[in-house]
């Protein structure tokens, strides 16, 4: 077993404005982790309404933003629905080749992305991407492994606290904000 996965990567400084896409997880990133099961075979999600806010600011931005997650969730593509985000990869066994795609179709490279993830199926992008995230209730080891991690837990406004740093490292912070209410003003 190769024991450098539990050491976390040694990675160039960031370059914020070269960053153009935020991809997250599902199951304990947007949502709290938990899946609950009805009779009618429903399945329901809960996901907060701070992160949904955090996508609505992305959208003043030249940021994309989408999910790479190992399920498949109706409640996801809800959400993404809703948000109007059309990068949703579901039933992803391998993260790492899925971005590969990602960035090979958009002409990026792995220094372009911000990941957020919270268990050991996001740790090989985690460990590629120019800056990679967990919230606060993230698996330990992988916690240790991000470069940041979130005051947040998953599904509780983890995803927005992590809009909310990127916007500020690229210095549109407020100039999104403003945007954003002008909009609806």
Not at 12 to 35: E, H, P, S, Y
């Amino acid at each position: 077993m190769d024991k450098t996965l539990f050491i976390k990567p040694n990675k160039r400084v960031v370059a914020w404005n070269q960053i153009k896409l935020l991809l997250f997880d599902c199951d304990g990133v947007i949502t709290d982790g938990r899946i609950i099961y009805g009779n009618e075979g429903q399945e329901l999600k809960h996901f907060h309404g701070h992160d949904g806010m955090g996508f609505n600011l992305l959208k003043h931005t030249d940021l994309e933003c989408g999910f790479i997650t190992g399920r498949s969730s109706e409640a996801l593509e809800r959400r993404c629905r809703d948000l109007r985000i059309t990068l949703l990869y579901q039933n992803i066994p391998n993260k790492l080749q899925c971005l590969d795609n990602i960035l090979k179709e958009k002409g990026l490279s792995y220094n372009n992305v911000v990941f957020m993830g919270d268990d050991w199926n996001d740790i090989p992008v985690m460990r590629k991407v120019a800056f990679s995230a967990a919230p606060a209730d993230a698996q330990p080891d992988i916690a240790r492994i991000a470069d940041w991690v979130s005051a947040f837990r998953g599904g509780h406004g983890a995803v927005r606290d992590l809009i909310n740093y990127v916007l500020v490292h690229k210095g549109i912070y407020e100039k999104t904000v403003m945007a954003f209410l002008a909009g609806i003003s």
